[in-house]
């Protein structure tokens, strides 16, 4: 009797093929040995079928036949890989085939790939295991079909899986039918189009919002100008530079002209200030006092590793490319042996690989680049403890750990921007086997009359993992490190009372700023945290929870976004904004189902599909909750009467876009 191995790819089954010793002489769609068959699908054989099929009469979008609800799902083989499925499936159905190895993408996309063909197949009275893996060499392979599960131990995975495609079926046919049948003769005449589809999305609609409303926020924000006073002072031949802060003593206390503490809402203001200051000082030789020298060591600790949103975000502001492009380019690196799977959460180590981590850090002896680094960290045995730091947390990890590199591939074949984020992944990878970065903080107070100025000064006194960060110049980790070592024993020395003199003042002039617009990778982060984008590396490492769509799917939402319009991309700098279209579809959606704006409600329902897959509820409560809101929705647009009112908003709206409808 024969195993048989099927992959999601041609390229993974190729690999398998390889780990097995299987030839590699490929027949049509499979490749055979003695006792092995393996084959592939490519990407996905099988679809959900549209209305029409499950009866002629949906094929004309009616108000009456919405919503559609059907109780059982249809399913069909997508055009043009009928072929490949009808060799998949005499396969799975063979005779001398007893075992089935399902070793497509180990994630829920991957286990409801291989599930529907196996139920358009209607494979019957086979074992089936599960192929479990988080890179592709030769090793890792071996190791997942030595402890495959049975693929029941996944069934809660299938039925996330399923449901989340249904969720997406429901929703997309629904919404979109219905809010186009209200509202597509309004946009279309007033964007002079012949007609106009609404597209609306479970997690699509959901990311337009967040877009709509950043660009909104920042067209009410109305700046406000400041004045800062600035000090230069001078001690031992070196300059330390000042800023004005208010206090009890000082003549502007609570003053209605104050910009918070530290500046003036109008220039004459800040003259005034100084030329206060001038006179102090003019009659005390230009003395000034320092009333304390507050000194604290700050420890920063290296970043947690990559998971595919972080790796994203980092891609668009270094090299200014997209999340699809970045998730393309760490598959390629996946499917070469390079790194760990890509579409992961998690951003620790499992303490079954922490146990064994040397051999990846041996691996990338082999890179000449970051030899070096690796060699210290095995001569020095600072991987060894690995297991017992924040790096390493079972409980935060579903599917797959964190993108780290395997380093046993070929990197000779690697382009330029391949090579740039597989760098970025291992140094990233190496620096938590290195020690923290130490700081040190100075915050120094100068008295010159009753006026006050205050320096704050950071300088890095031990750089630990910025060494093997450094050529990324990672945001922040230089504050300070130009200083040389006089001017650090300088700072240092100043105590209570220590005199300076006073250099010069001059006024800063500055105006607050409105919020940025979203990147393509910085949208990726806040979708990853259901709506909110948090920059702080530390809290966004604490935040818990679902966010919206998954590490799999967010890429692709908004490639589509950008393909149907709704947003705009500036390849340039990576900066998204919406487009009037965009904008339009967004008011349809807030005055009918207003509820897939928001972020919260979104990440709730990707939080249901987790609570499906661990068990915690079943499929038919998920079904029944999510038939009931798209049922009741439609139910409330189909007596909606808003459409004209609809007109002047669009009007209000397009004057943002200068006239250019579209």
């Known amino acids: 009797m024969k195993k048989l191995f099927i992959a999601e790819k041609p390229s993974v089954a190729a690999e398998f093929a390889k780990a097995l010793k299987v030839p590699t002489g490929r027949k049509n769609g499979y490749l055979e040995g003695d006792n092995i068959i393996v084959t592939w699908c490519v990407g ?71 599930r529907l063909v196996d139920m358009m197949a209607g494979v019957k009275n086979k074992v089936r295991k599960r192929v479990w893996i988080d890179s592709q060499t030769e090793e890792e392979i071996r190791r997942g079909i030595k402890d495959a599960k049975d693929w029941s131990y996944y069934d809660n995975l299938s039925a996330a899986a399923f449901l989340r495609a249904k969720e ?115 009659e005390n030789g230009r003395e000034m006092a320092v009333l304390s020298n507050e000194k604290k060591k700050e420890v920063k600790n290296p970043p947690l590793l990559f998971n595919l949103a972080e790796a994203q975000n980092e891609c668009s502001k270094r090299f200014k490319i997209s999340p699809d492009e970045t998730l393309k380019i760490i598959q390629e690196l ?24 040397d051999k990846n850090i041996r691996g990338l002896c082999k890179f000449p680049l970051l030899a070096d680094f690796a060699n210290d960290i095995l001569n020095k045995g600072t991987y060894k403890n690995i297991s017992k730091t924040k790096y390493v947390n079972d409980s935060q990890i579903t599917d797959h750990y964190a993108i780290i590199p395997t380093g046993f591939g070929n990197m000779n074949s690697l382009g330029r921007l391949q090579m740039l984020i597989y760098e970025l992944i291992c140094r990233r990878f190496l620096a938590i086997f290195y020690p923290p970065a130490i700081y040190q903080k100075f ?32 945001d922040g980790d230089d504050d300070g490190d130009s200083q040389n070592p006089e001017y650090i024993n300088m700072i240092s020395s100043l105590r209570k009372g220590s005199k300076l003199r006073l250099d010069s003042l001059s006024i800063k002039e500055g105006e607050t700023v409105p919020p940025k617009r979203y990147s393509s990778g910085s949208i990726i982060l806040a979708m990853e945290n259901a709506g909110q984008l948090i920059e702080d590396e530390e809290l966004r490492s604490q935040i818990k929870g679902s966010g919206i769509g998954t590490s799999a799917t967010r890429a692709d939402i908004l490639k589509k976004l950008f393909a149907i319009k709704y947003l705009a991309l500036n390849k340039k700098t990576q900066i998204i904004t919406p487009t009037l ?82």
């Open 443 to 474: 915050a120094i107070k100068f008295g010159i009359g009753d006026e006050i100025f205050i320096t704050n000064t950071k300088v890095c006194i031990e750089r630990g993992f910025l060494d093997v960060l450094s050529p990324l110049k990672e």
């Open 44 to 114: 996905h054989l099988i679809t959900m079928s549209y209305p029409e099929k499950y009866d002629e009469k949906f094929k004309r979008w009616s108000l009456d036949t919405l919503p559609f609800l059907p109780k059982e799902f249809k399913y069909e083989v997508i055009d043009g890989v009928k072929t490949q499925f009808d060799t998949v499936s005499k396969l799975l159905n063979r005779e001398d085939v007893d075992t089935i190895y399902i070793c497509t993408d180990s994630g829920r996309e991957g286990e409801y790939i291989y």
């Open 168 to 282: 997406d079926y429901l929703m997309g046919i629904n919404f979109s039918r219905i809010l186009t049948l209200k509202y597509s003769r309004n946009v279309a005449n007033f964007l002079k189009l012949d007609r106009a589809v609404l597209s609306v999305g479970r997690v699509m609609t959901c990311v337009v919002g967040m877009v709509v409303n950043r660009e909104r926020e920042i067209r009410n924000f109305v700046k406000t100008p400041f004045y800062k006073v600035l000090a230069k002072f001078e001690n031992q031949g070196m300059f330390i530079d000042g800023e004005w802060k208010v206090n009890e003593k000082s003549k502007y206390f609570n003053s209605p002209m104050l910009y918070k503490d530290n500046g003036f809402r109008e220039k004459i203001y800040a003259q005034k200030l100084i030329e206060h200051v001038e006179e102090i000082a003019n």
């Open 334 to 357: 996946y499917e070469k042996k390079l790194v760990t799977y890509p579409r992961t959460d998690a951003r620790v180590l499992s303490s079954a690989v922490a146990k064994e981590i």
């Open 581 to 662: 279209f965009g904008e339009i579809v967004y008011e349809v959606v807030n005055c009918s189902i207003s509820q897939l704006l928001n972020p919260e409600l979104t990440a709730s329902w990707e939080k249901g599909l987790t609570m499906v897959s661990n068990g915690d509820i079943s499929s038919d409560e998920y079904m029944t909750k999510l038939e009931r809101f798209v049922g009741i929705r439609c139910l409330n647009v189909k007596q909606l009467n808003n459409q004209y009112s609809l007109n002047a908003v669009f009007e209000k709206i397009s004057k943002e876009y200068k006239g250019m409808k579209g």
